[in-house]
């Protein structure tokens, strides 16, 4: 059994302009102990399809679904008590904005201790134990004193150390990285890449990391699902998607690399679209 499977998900928005089908018919399977990416350009659908499964979407939003499976739960048909035992616990996320997504009139310490009240039996003095604990497997130095710092006073790729600490704290077995590096500078981004890969390979959870990021898919990637407009353009291994792509559009977005560049100018993503018929 699959950690995740979801058959024809379609998410269509309510808009002031009329009905906006964000995401067509996307099926996504993703396995303990593997890494897939979702990559696509802005707009294709990406987050939609991970914000349906975390039930995180507006009400103008209308989430269908063939089949919406977490280890075998039925996610389209639990109770808002149910899901909140298995989202934050046992699937969690993290997002691009780190130092947004933290609370900023509280200390990260604070923040991951309400984490861990939420999610687990850990009361007092093993609260605080296992924040230091956390803190120190994702690598921010002297943890015991910088859990009394507030966001503010901490760096990009610190704070999103602290989330990845929180989104790891309750041990889930399925993470979901949206665009985790794009905000932070290019040197953290490679440490902070390392540092999910690491967390993912020691703790066997399944990863699915949301990237525009052709660099990002080569570095993380098991597997990868490419989109664009809200359809699965291609899925394959990481590395047949490099070596033999299939649709015009994946042969876009690799020719659209600074490394795979003829001529003068950059190729991008329109100029191959008329041609490639998407
Ligand atoms: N709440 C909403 N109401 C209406 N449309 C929305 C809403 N949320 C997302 N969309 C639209 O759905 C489409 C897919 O958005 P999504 O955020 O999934 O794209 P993405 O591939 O993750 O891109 P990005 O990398 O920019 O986040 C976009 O056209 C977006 O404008």
């Known amino acids: 059994m699959s950690l995740l499977e979801i058959r024809n998900l379609k998410v269509e928005f309510d808009t002031a302009k009329g009905p906006f089908k964000a995401l067509d018919g996307v099926d996504y399977t993703v396995d303990a102990g593997e890494v897939l990416a ?70 990260v310490g604070f923040q991951l201790g309400e984490t861990l ?70 040197t953290i981004q490679k440490q902070i890449l390392d540092l999910l890969v690491q ?21 993380t990637a098991d597997r990868v699902i490419v989109q664009y407009k809200g359809r699965k353009m291609e899925e394959a291994g990481v590395l047949d998607l490099f070596e033999n792509p299939q649709n015009p559009y994946t042969k876009a977005l690799l020719s659209a690399l600074p490394e795979n560049a003829t001529g003068d100018r950059l190729p991008t993503v329109s100029d191959y679209a008329e041609a490639g018929g998407f």
Do not use: W, Y
């Open 199 to 219: 967390l993912q390979q020691d703790s066997g959870m399944g990863l699915i990391m949301i990237t525009h990021d052709m660099g990002v898919v080569a570095e």
């Open 38 to 107: 979702i990559v696509g350009e802005s707009g294709s659908g990406k987050s939609v399809a991970m914000l349906a499964t975390m039930g995180l979407l507006p009400d103008t939003a209308t989430i269908t679904a063939d089949k919406m499976d977490f280890e075998g739960l039925d996610l389209r048909t639990l109770s808002a008590k149910a899901r909140r035992k298995v989202i934050g616990k046992d699937i969690s996320m993290i997002f691009q904005e780190p130092i947004a997504s933290l609370n900023p009139c509280f200390t």
């Open 117 to 186: 009240k939420v999610h687990t039996d850990l009361k007092g003095k093993q609260i605080k134990d296992r924040i230091v604990e956390l803190m120190t497997s994702v690598g921010i130095p002297d943890p015991g004193g910088r859990l009394n710092a507030f966001p503010h006073q901490m760096s990009g790729g610190q704070c999103q150390r602290v989330m990845i600490a929180m989104a790891i704290a309750c041990e889930p077995k399925l993470l979901i990285a949206d665009e985790p590096t794009t905000a932070l500078d290019v």
